[in-house]
């Protein structure tokens, strides 16, 4: 069983930056997909990027185009989350989470989920 720690969230202004990073423990890290959700108060859940396994094929929300990119070292076993002019409205709390090979949208085809970091942008 992969686990997953995530750090790097905390109290930031409006247009200010953070990294996320998420560390996974076991092997062949580089076979899987990593993604950041993330789910603000009375809110689903909601995907803000994803990364596949092999050729690194990255997906984005809307929301966060432009603004937020995920990387990862697989070296490290880290996935991150650089996340630029950030707005009141991306106010959460990120988790990461991984699947196998192909990322997907869709946060019930992820198997393994970290506990989640909190994010707060104030106005």
């Known amino acids: 069983q992969v686990q997953l720690v995530e750090s790097g969230g905390g109290l930031v202004q409006a247009g200010g930056s953070l990294r996320l990073s998420c560390v996974a423990s076991g092997r062949f890290f580089s076979n899987y997909a990593m993604a950041w959700f993330r789910q603000a108060p009375g809110k689903e859940r909601e995907i803000v990027a994803a990364i596949g396994a092999s050729d690194s094929t990255t997906y984005y929300a809307d929301s966060v185009k432009g603004r937020f990119t995920i990387s990862r070292d697989n070296a490290q076993n880290t996935v991150y989350l650089q996340m630029n002019s950030l707005k009141p409205e991306d106010t959460a709390v990120y988790y990461c989470?991984?699947?196998?090979?192909?990322?997907?949208?869709?946060?019930?085809?992820?198997?393994?989920w970290g506990r989640g970091t909190q994010v707060t942008v104030s106005s």
């Open positions: 989470a991984l699947r196998w090979r192909v990322i997907s949208r869709k946060a019930e085809e992820y198997n393994n």
